[in-house]
T-cell receptor, first 114, second 114 residues
Framework: GAVVSQHPSWVICKSGTSVKIECRSL??????MFWYRQFPKQSLMLMAT?????????EQGVEKDKFLINHASLTLSTLTVTSAHPEDSSFYIC??????????FGQGTRLTVV | AQTVTQSQPEMSVQEAETVTLSCTYD???????LFWYKQPPSRQMILVIR??????QNATENRFSVNFQKAAKSFSLKISDSQLGDTAMYFC???????????FGQGTILTVHP
């Protein structure tokens, strides 16, 4: 089946620094990827839709200058959390629409800002 | 726009028993799909079952089946012969025809006891 790989699985960064999370489709091309945020024991909240070769579409309330999304190739989307603060600590998950038209998810990234 | 309601925050069942998780939704789309995902402690999102809204027949996948009531916008998941490995958080998610993009319910934490 289609595989989406997300890296890193966990990261700790200092407040004020930036951190980049990668989402790769390993065996298929993904023109569209999605980024979600999840707090413990809560639902996944869509942050943005990442479109290859064009600007991302952000959900209402998501700061586009803080959460930079780049989808420069058909297999890679990146989410950069800029000037991270402790309130940005969360679990971030990406997904991609696979060749069988279902969503495939990465393993997620646990971000801790100290 | 789509909204999803899972009214059971937590459920508990004995191994080998049957349990039903409820979900109601609303959507403005005429063609859509419905999904149930599970998120075990590893936090990897796993597709359990999917239903095309235009199909009247309820989807079945081994021990998992759905009761899809389109007019009532209800989409419940039945798990038969529950196993310890079914312990997870379950999310109901409607998606549009470009159904990489999903709207998730609040989730139901299911615990299967030996």
């Amino acid at each position: 089946g289609a595989v989406v790989s997300q890296h890193p699985s966990w990261v700790i960064c200092k407040s004020g620094t930036s951190v980049k999370i990668e989402c790769r489709s390993l065996d298929f091309q993904a023109t569209t990827m999605f980024w979600y945020r999840q707090f413990p024991k809560q639902s996944l909240m869509l942050m943005a839709t990442s479109n290859e070769g064009s600007k991302a579409t952000y959900e209402q309330g998501v700061e586009k200058d803080k959460f930079l999304i780049n989808h420069a190739s058909l297999t890679l989307s990146t989410l950069t959390v800029t000037s991270a603060h402790p309130e940005d600590s969360s679990f971030y998950i990406c997904s991609a629409r696979g060749p069988t038209d279902e969503a495939f998810f990465g393993q997620g990234t646990r971000l801790t800002v100290v | 726009a789509q909204t999803v309601t899972q009214s059971q925050p937590e459920m508990s069942v004995q191994e080998a028993e049957t349990v039903t998780l409820s979900c109601t939704y609303d959507t403005s789309e005429s063609n859509y799909y419905l999904f149930w995902y599970k998120q075990p402690p590893s936090r990897q999102m796993i597709l359990v079952i999917r239903q095309e809204a235009y199909k009247q027949q309820n989807a079945t996948e081994n021990r998992f089946s759905v009761n899809f009531q389109k007019a009532a916008k209800s989409f419940s998941l039945k798990i038969s012969d529950s196993q310890l490995g079914d312990t997870a958080m379950y999310f109901c998610a409607p998606g549009g025809t470009s159904y990489g993009k999903l709207t998730f319910g609040q989730g139901t934490i299911l615990t299967v006891h030996p």
